[in-house]
């Protein structure tokens, strides 16, 4: 039945896409947006078309931004020293969000899965290495998630870090 209505299977079938969302939520999702002003809609849809038009990475960190390099990227308060690497921006906000460390990062977005054809080239690595050898820090931290693949890209970046002191 609602096969019969193109506009909302389109959304449904959308929303369908995103992580941890199916079918069953995906519906329910696009019912309470059909019950919402259309204002509150077309918020969304610019919130979204906003993201996709404004929002990049670092072409230091790799972190997202609107403005290159990012705003931790331009901040002198910032130690040099420190290296922080973790998998993704979300693990960068969660660290920021604690006040506690005022180094620089590195966002890799993943961990290596071979079994995924996710290797060092895939993560950017090699930027990584570019920049241990342009602005070596004293030391690199690690933040990499406690899952197999987070600790092999752990210990590669181990070795990595090793070679260049």
């Known amino acids: 039945m609602l096969d019969s209505l193109p506009s909302f299977a389109r959304l449904v079938a959308e929303l369908a896409k995103f992580p941890g969302i199916g079918n069953k939520t995906a519906t329910r999702l696009a019912f309470f947006l059909l019950r919402q002003p259309k204002a509150q809609a077309e918020a969304l849809a610019a919130a979204i078309h906003d993201l996709q038009n404004n929002t990049r990475f670092c072409s230091v960190c790799f972190h997202i931004t609107e403005q290159d390099p990012c705003q931790i990227c331009c901040d002198p308060g910032r130690d040099d020293a420190l290296l922080c690497v973790v998998e993704e921006p979300q693990a960068l906000l969660a660290i920021e969000r604690s006040r506690s460390f005022k180094g620089r990062y590195h966002v890799l977005h993943g961990a290596l899965s071979p079994l995924d054809g996710i290797g060092p080239a895939e993560l950017g690595l090699d930027q990584l290495a570019e920049r241990l050898n342009t602005e070596p820090p004293a030391e690199m931290i690690i933040a990499t998630n406690p899952t197999v693949e987070g600790e092999a ?13």
């Open 153 to 165: 890209t752990a210990f590669y970046l181990q070795r990595m870090a090793a070679k260049h002191g």
